[in-house]
Nanobody
Framework: QVQLVESGGGLVQAGGSLRLSCAAS????????MGWFRQAPGLEREFVAA????????LYADSVRGRTSLSRDNAKNTVYLQMNSLKPEDTAVYYC???????????????WGQGTQVTVSS
């Protein structure tokens, strides 16, 4: 069982930045690929970004590529999602996900955090 705790969400103006963090409980954190999804009201959960468990390779959704950077610190069992040039359409609850497979088309599976709200005002 892996427990994930997100933090760093909040209210920001368009064009601003936020850094989300996801802290994992498990010492075997480095065995998991880590990712972020988001869900806006009335919409399905969508993939945002992911980072490979060992070499730090990253994958980004087209909607955030170029504005977002995902990193991980295996010594601290934490991943960081740096989001810049935020837009109102980035408003959503952001969820951290830990999984063993590298299939980010699947919106379920693995372990999930409780989510953190990001609101971008225009």
């Amino acid at each position: 069982q892996v427990q994930l705790v997100e933090s760093g969400g909040g209210l920001v103006q368009a064009g601003g930045s936020l850094r989300l963090s996801c802290a994992a409980s498990k010492r075997t954190f480095s065995l998991y690929h880590m990712g972020w999804f988001r869900q806006a009201p009335g919409l399905e959960r969508e993939f945002v970004a992911a980072i490979y468990r060992s070499d730090g390779s990253t994958l980004y959704a087209d909607s955030v590529r170029g504005r977002t950077s995902l990193s991980r610190d295996n010594a601290k069992n934490t991943v960081y999602l740096q989001m810049n040039s935020l837009k109102p359409e980035d408003t959503a609850v952001y969820y951290c996900n830990a999984r063993m497979d590298w299939n980010w088309r699947a919106r379920e599976g693995g372990y999930w955090g409780q989510g953190t709200q990001v609101t971008v005002s225009s």
